[in-house]
C-alpha cells in the first residue's frame, strides 16, 4: 500500500516574514503602556 500526499496549495511568500515579524498595529506593547503610566503615577505624587 502506498501513501500518496496531495500537493499544499500555494502560499503568499509574503505572510510568513511579515507574522514573524509581528507585523501589525504600530502602538506600545502592554507592558510599555504599564510602565509608563506607573512613571506617571509616581512624578505626580512626587508634584504634590
Known sequence: M??????LKPRN????PAAQRKAGEHRKSR?????Q?????SK?????
Open 31 to 35: 507592558s510599555a503602556e504599564r510602565q
Open 2 to 7: 502506498k501513501l500518496r500526499l496531495t500537493a
Open 13 to 16: 511568500p509574503l505572510v510568513v
Open 44 to 48: 505626580s505624587l512626587r508634584e504634590s
Open 37 to 41: 503610566q506607573k512613571a506617571a503615577l
